[in-house]
């Protein structure tokens, strides 16, 4: 019930927001003066009575994880996140050992393995990619000057990194 | 005899050593794929899709080897549902009803070379019927203008949204969802950034690959991490593998009778192989009547499913090559692909490059005969990789992704928008809002605007155009029926639930 209406809410808030940025869409002589705004405005529309019906016609709640798993499901969006940038500073293998070791753990909590898992599936891939499949952009390894750790983690930050 | 000089044609690219070691490389990674839990067809084909561009494979060989994996996918799926009772996709939950009963029953052999035979009469079949019926659609896809297209990009929504998801606002959200992701990016007639927010990375638009890996690939991490990987152990004994002709003669016209039903499902744009098997199943059960015994393990309540499931995904191709449109999650993946290669999909296609078509219907039918011969007599090959753990399985397929859509683009950018994805699918799907929707409407959206503006245009802003010709107006009235009447038929089509133990 709640989580229809807040997604509902959250969905229309976007929807209108999607509208209002539509009518903004810059045209010019050879688009014409309506024809770039007509679809995205559509959709929007269609996207805001949805969302108007999921608020006043919520399905039954859904069975939410406990707390427990959320916050594993949080720690997996952040180790895969700074796995994103970290992989082309550090290389493959590195940051895969951990990223793959961590999720692995997350999976099932027992340390041994989960390590084994990171370790081994981060020189596996890495030949299979590299030799087998010729992946041109995996590079092994590379050691990073500060500077570029740096840049890499500014780049987990909206609006800041990114050029 | 058109047929027959296209075939010999299509033969002859298919046959040759290197597109047939494809074929068989395809069909053997595709089973694998369709029989792990927690890596349908749908995710496993997008997650090589970045891999086999980066290969620097041609067209032809990049399909071959893709549609094995296609087809693979869908024979594997059996797998799991049989000796797990846990669906390796959507469309093989109907296998569960009776191949997991039967399992227990001790005859996990028997079940798994059935559905394995009926898998093949099936994907044989539909593979002929799209021989046959594509090129004749293309001719008639001819005939489409832009208010026609519209409208069937409309159907596709429609039906798709109708059948997907138990709340007709859900789906149609997230189509909105997909199509309101397709705008975004530099607009081709005016040249000017639409609804980018400023972000540069954002002027080429969002790749689909990365969404669609993201739903798929990355949304199914977290749902493992919530349940800690803990539904996959075997649960039934599986000895010998012999055959059971007995079963296999006694099932013929079930398998006759649910692979054409199962194909026409296909054909529908957007409904796709799960309604394959559900209006196969439900057919069968309904012409058995009560005395069948379905649900209890009985060889028809798993024939009829598989045949059914196989015929749509063949059929599913038939919309996606002629007229572009898919009929399933797989098949979108399948344009993504096209679309990646550089092939317009459409009744262009079979007029100009004929090879490139028939080479993949040649190939599909080696590979069905690959398919039966790896999936009867080696099937225990495959039951060995149901024994991969959850935890190497989803961090390996993790990796996969990354390296995939990294190898593609080279850009940090891609990678954090794809974890995004992931997480949007989570919610998407812990909601019941169907994440197909959302993949269709990134692919298609700029080409159903594309469409309407034509039409606008066309017509000078008369938006009656849309309604001008009787195939319009016939697509229409099918999109309405398709979305509607789902909600009437709630009752009748309710889905049967999984057995528990």
Known sequence: ?163 | MDILSNLALGFGVALSPYTMFLAVCGCFLGTIIGALPGLGPSNGVAILIPITFTLGLDATSALVLMTAVYYGAMYGGRISSILLNIPGDEPALMTTLDGYPMAKAGRAGDALVLSGVASFVGAFLATIGLMLLAPSLARVAFLFGPAEYFALYMLAFCTLGGMASNNQAKSAMAACIGLGIAMIGVDSSSGLPRLTGGNLHLYDGVDFLVAIVGLFAIAEVFFFIESHGKESSIGVKLDKVTIPWRDIWSTRWTMLRTSVVGFVAGILPGAGASLGSFMAYMTEKSIAGPKGGFGTGVPKGIAAPEAGNNAAAGGALVPMLTLGVPGSGTTAVLLALLVTLNITPGPTLFTERPEVIWGLIASLLIANFVLLLMNVPMVKIFVKVLMVPAWILLPGVTMVSFVGIFSLSGSFFDLLMMIGFGVLGYILRKLDIPTVPVILGILLGGNMEDALRRAMTLSDGDVTYLLSSPIAIGLWVAAILGFVAPMFLRGVLKKPQAITD
């Not at chain 1, 688009?31 to 405005?41: A, D, H, Q, T």
């Not at chain 1, 949080?74 to 994103?84: C, E, F, R």
């Not at chain 1, 961590?102 to 990171?118: D, F, K, M, T, V």
Request: glycine fraction near 10%; hydrophobic fraction near 55%.
């Open chain 1, 1 to 163: 019930m709640a989580s229809d209406r807040i997604f509902g809410l959250v969905a229309l808030i976007t929807a209108v927001a999607y509208l209002a940025a539509a009518t903004q869409i810059q045209t010019n002589l050879f688009s014409g003066e309506y024809l770039p705004k007509l679809f995205p405005i559509l959709i929007g529309g269609v996207a805001a009575i949805c969302a108007l019906f999921m608020m006043f016609r919520p399905d039954p709640e859904p069975d939410w994880p406990a707390a427990g798993s959320w916050i594993n499901m949080g720690v997996a969006v952040v180790v895969l996140a700074i796995y994103a940038v970290m992989l082309k500073p550090l290389g493959f293998i590195l940051p895969t050992a951990i990223a793959a070791g961590i999720l692995s753990y997350q999976i099932s909590p027992r340390p041994g393995p989960a390590a084994i898992a990171g370790v081994g599936l981060s020189l596996g891939l890495f030949a299979l990619f590299k030799f087998a499949l010729g992946l041109g952009n995996i590079v092994a390894y590379r050691i990073p000057t500060p500077a570029q750790l740096g840049d890499a983690f500014l780049q987990l930050i909206p609006f800041v990194g990114g050029h």
